[in-house]
């Protein structure tokens, strides 16, 4: 059973950055579809980006355009979300998921997703 795990959230200062890193211990990952996703208090999960398997595609919500940057390096397992310009707004608890599917694409759609993390807190607050 694939296990996801995250890690680099905490507390940044409005204006400031984080990385985010999922990783799949004992996994390989370059034949998933990887997206990143988050849920604010009350509110819902909301798609924020997402990665094919080889890099050839990315996407992300309008909310972060510009902002993150979606990445992954298959020879280290890993994905990563590189976070710019935070503001209050990104606060939430950030989750990374995966499917193994093929073809050159990826969605931001959650439903689509069989295996997710357990989430990493990310705060933006002065």
């Known amino acids: 059973q694939l296990q996801l795990v995250e890690s680099g959230g905490g507390l940044v200062q409005p204006g400031g950055s984080l990385r985010l890193s999922c990783a799949a211990p004992?996994?390989?990952?370059?034949?998933?579809?990887i997206g990143w996703f988050r849920q604010a208090p009350g509110k819902e999960r909301e798609g924020v980006s997402c990665i094919s398997r080889d890099s050839g595609y990315t996407a992300y919500a309008d909310s972060v355009k510009g902002r993150f940057t979606i990445s992954r390096d298959n020879a280290k397992n890993t994905v990563y979300l590189q976070m710019n310009s935070l503001n209050a707004e990104d606060t939430a608890v950030y989750y990374c998921?995966?499917?193994?599917?093929?073809?050159?694409?990826?969605?931001?759609?959650?439903?689509?997703?069989?295996?997710w993390g357990q989430g990493t807190q990310v705060d933006v607050s002065s």
């Open positions: 998921a995966a499917i193994k599917r093929f073809g050159g694409t990826c969605s931001l759609g959650g439903y689509e997703y069989g295996y």
């Open positions: 004992g996994f390989i990952l370059d034949s998933y579809r």
